[in-house]
């Protein structure tokens, strides 16, 4: 690193000043390390996952539904080949809620949710 220059404020704060390019260079690296970062993260999950038994993956073509727009309770469903009564049996809950959740007529509480996750036996962060 060229150029620096240290700057004490009168606080006594010391400062750098570098030229903008080695500043590029420098966040470029920072985001690099925070995208390695997340990588760990997510492998750090689908560890933990598979340790608790719970499915670590989906099928490429439940994830490209899903990303398509497809509903995802409705995907995971038919994926674990459930019906929605058992589903809702499963989680607790009515099968017309179930259809709710399946139409987009209802968003379903966090709970609701975990227990539907729970009974497909997936991680909630797959309905978002």
């Known amino acids: 690193m060229g150029n620096v220059q240290i700057i004490v404020t009168e606080g006594g704060e010391e400062l750098a000043v570098l030229p903008r390019r080695e500043y590029d260079r420098l966040a470029a690296i920072a ?47 038919k994926w ?9 049996d499963a989680a607790g809950v009515s099968q017309s809620y ?11 509480t966090l709970a609701t949710l975990r227990a539907i996750a729970a009974a497909l036996g997936v991680s909630v962060e797959n309905f978002t």
């Open 31 to 77: 985001a690099e390390a925070e995208e390695d970062a997340g990588t760990a993260r997510v492998i750090d999950r689908v560890k933990q996952e598979i340790a608790e038994g719970r499915e670590a993956y989906l099928p490429a073509e439940v994830g490209r539904a899903i990303a398509d727009g497809a509903n995802p309770v409705r995907e995971l469903r």
């Open 80 to 88: 674990r080949g459930l019906s929605q009564e058992q589903l809702a």
């Open 98 to 108: 179930i259809a709710g959740i399946e139409k987009g007529r209802r968003a379903g």
